[in-house]
């Protein structure tokens, strides 16, 4: 059973402060690593993907990717209010198909 | 951008009534899926489909079927709803071209009393 874990939180943060979300997966074949967030009420919405070892960088959010671990990491620097949401991560688990985690919430309080 | 659309966002139906769910992407995207997302249960895959007339079961496909018969359109069917079925289903698509990124629609909102 391919599985990814994500720690469901709620994990809170002050305003201004980085963010950290973890994510392990089980499948060491899987290739294709995403961070979507997700509303109360709304579907999840894309906003990373990764794919090599290291780091990748958007704006105020930052990727990390350690195949050797089968871990994966979201960092949102400068946290602000609007940021709470509950984040999933998923992997590539077959042709086309994503296993998504459960989700951690995060609550930025101002 | 892509655009995925539900066109029934809220519906409440009656246990055993037969219930469809339609999909339709505007981005020629070869794959398209369904899920449902319940509280602690997280995101489970129902059925996908990787091209026209196609179909593969997900993880819960158990009370569920599915008909694409053009590319842009995926519909899930409930033939005798449950209210175990009571949840809220996301129909998502997408290509290889853009890394197998899966993009969500808005959701439905099912109800089964």
């Known amino acids: 059973q391919k599985e990814v874990e994500q720690n469901s939180g709620p994990l809170s943060v002050p305003e201004g402060a980085i963010a950290s979300l973890n994510c392990t997966y089980s499948?060491?074949?899987?290739?294709?690593f995403f961070w979507y967030r997700q509303y109360s009420g709304k579907s999840p919405e894309l906003i990373m993907s990764i794919y090599s070892n290291g780091d990748k960088e958007d704006g105020r959010f930052t990727a990390q990717l350690n195949k050797a671990s089968q871990y994966v990491s979201l960092l949102i620097r400068d946290s602000q209010p609007s940021d709470s949401a509950t984040y999933l991560c998923?992997?590539?688990?077959?042709?086309?198909?994503?296993?998504f985690g459960k989700g951690t919430m995060l609550l930025v309080s101002p | 951008d892509v655009k995925v659309t539900q066109s029934s966002r809220y519906l409440v139906k009656r246990t055993g009534e037969k219930v469809f769910l339609e999909c339709v992407q505007d981005m020629d995207h070869e794959n398209m899926f369904w899920y449902r997302q319940d509280p602690g249960l997280g995101l489970r895959l129902i059925y996908f489909?990787?091209?026209?007339?196609?179909?593969e079961k997900g993880d819960i496909p158990e009370g569920y079927s599915v008909s694409r018969e053009k590319k842009e359109r995926f519909s899930l069917i409930l033939e005798s709803a449950s209210t175990n079925q009571t949840s809220m289903y996301l129909c998502?698509?997408?290509?290889?071209?853009?890394?197998?990124?899966?993009?969500f629609g808005e959701g439905s909102w099912l109800t089964v009393v």
């Open positions: 998502a698509s997408s290509t290889p071209g853009s890394g197998n990124t899966i993009y």
């Open positions: 489909s990787y091209d026209v007339k196609m179909k």
């Open positions: 499948d060491r074949g899987s290739q294709s």
């Open positions: 998923a992997a590539n688990s077959g042709y086309s198909t994503l296993t």
